[in-house]
């Protein structure tokens, strides 16, 4: 499968709790995104990465939330001290910029805070 | 917060009903694009309209992008049941280089048996 992977599928963790999403992009996909999806809502833009750097983030992303690209391949995704209303689905696409794709998302990761 | 008006919110049709749903926007855009979702999974891109008045087809589904560049429609013919899912619009700013997708609240499909 060359699609965009993320892990875990599901993710159950207690509140205050930390938790960290792993996102593999297209492996020719130079450009990586994190969405976050709540129940009967379309995704809403997290932050993006061109190569490593971090190019945009969006007021959602609040200061518990930090996502990385250290090699500008995979990313991931940490969330400290988890709330319930974080609980959502976070999906991770992958473009590239050089052959001008339009955005590949992966399979998401459900986070459920209890 | 979503700046796309998407309806209906939801459709129930029988099978092998034509389906037609559509998505506008207070603002101008450059790029359409139309997503399905099903249940558990990430959304699938199945349209991506670049200019004013295009209208492109895949399969048995069609989508144009609004002459006024504010709206796009996804008309699905003969609909079949690996149709149910929950469609999305989405848009991208115009300006050059900000690549952030911002997307409707979906249209949900069911299909009655």
């Known amino acids: 499968d060359t699609g965009v992977s993320q892990d875990p599928r599901h993710k159950i963790t207690k509140r205050g709790q930390n938790v960290t999403f792993r996102c593999d992009p297209i492996s020719e996909h130079n450009r990586l995104y994190w969405y976050r999806q709540t129940l009967g809502q379309g995704p809403e833009f997290l932050t993006y990465?061109?190569?490593?750097?971090?190019?945009?983030k969006s007021r959602l992303l609040s200061d518990r939330f930090s996502a990385e690209r250290p090699k500008g391949s995979f990313s991931t995704l940490e969330i400290q001290r988890t709330e319930q209303g974080d609980s959502a689905m976070y999906l991770c696409?992958?473009?590239?910029?050089?052959?001008?794709?339009?955005?590949?998302f992966g399979q998401g990761t459900r986070l459920t805070v209890v | 917060g979503q700046q796309l008006n998407q309806s209906p919110q939801s459709m129930f049709i029988q099978e092998g009903e034509d389906v037609s749903m559509n998505c506008t926007s207070s603002s101008i855009f450059n790029t359409w694009l139309w997503y399905k979702q099903d249940p558990g999974e990430g959304p699938v891109l199945l349209i991506a309209?670049?200019?004013?008045?295009e209208l492109t087809s895949n399969g048995r589904l069609t989508a144009q992008f609004g002459i006024t560049r504010k709206d796009s429609f996804l008309n699905i013919s003969a609909s079949i049941p690996s149709d149910v899912g929950i469609y999305f619009c989405?848009?991208?700013?115009?300006?050059?280089?900000?690549?952030?997708?911002?997307f409707g609240t979906g249209t949900r499909l069911t299909i009655i048996p």
């Open positions: 696409a992958s473009s590239s910029s050089t052959v001008n794709t339009e955005a590949f």
């Open positions: 990465f061109q190569n490593e750097a971090q190019l945009e």
């Open positions: 309209l670049y200019k004013a008045g």
């Open positions: 989405a848009r991208r700013p115009p300006n050059f280089g900000n690549e952030k997708l911002t």
